[in-house]
C-alpha cells in the first residue's frame, strides 16, 4: 500500500508562485511515475505534470513555462513549482504515484489564485 500526503497549497494572487510537496511512503517500487493533476469546481479532473523515475518530465500546454515537476527519489518526493500563476490556475491538486504496484492518489490540496 502507499499513501501520498500533499502540501504547500494556498491563497495566492495571481502572478505569484506556490510550490507544492508530495510525499509517498509504503511499498514504493521503481520504476514509476510520480505527478499531479488538478480539478477545478464544475469541472474533470486534467493532468498537470508528471515526472518518471528516470527523469523525463511531461506537461500540460496550459502549465508550459509557467510549472516546473522536479522529484527526489531518494526522498519519494515529488515537488511542482508553479509561477505566474492566473485566477484559472485555481483547483485542488493531487498528487498521483503509478507504478508496478498500483495507481494511487493523493486527497488533494487546495490552491486558489486571485485575480
Known amino acids: 500500500q502507499v499513501q501520498l500526503v500533499e502540501s504547500g497549497g494556498g491563497l495566492v494572487e495571481g502572478g505569484g508562485s506556490l510550490t507544492l510537496s508530495c510525499v509517498a511512503s509504503?511499498?514504493?517500487?521503481?520504476?514509476?511515475?510520480m505527478g499531479w493533476y488538478r480539478q477545478a469546481p464544475g469541472k474533470q479532473r486534467e493532468f498537470v505534470a508528471t515526472?518518471?523515475?528516470?527523469?523525463?518530465?511531461y506537461y500540460a500546454d496550459s502549465v508550459k513555462g509557467r510549472f516546473t515537476i522536479s522529484r527526489d527519489n531518494a526522498k519519494n518526493t515529488v515537488y511542482l513549482q508553479m509561477n505566474s500563476l492566473k485566477p484559472e490556475d485555481t483547483a485542488v491538486y493531487y498528487c498521483?504515484?503509478?507504478?508496478?504496484?498500483?495507481?494511487?492518489w493523493g486527497q488533494g490540496t487546495q490552491v486558489t489564485v486571485s485575480s
Open positions: 515526472s518518471e523515475s528516470g527523469g523525463k518530465t
Open positions: 509504503g511499498s514504493i517500487f521503481r520504476p514509476n511515475v
Open positions: 498521483t504515484l503509478d507504478g508496478v504496484g498500483g495507481n494511487y
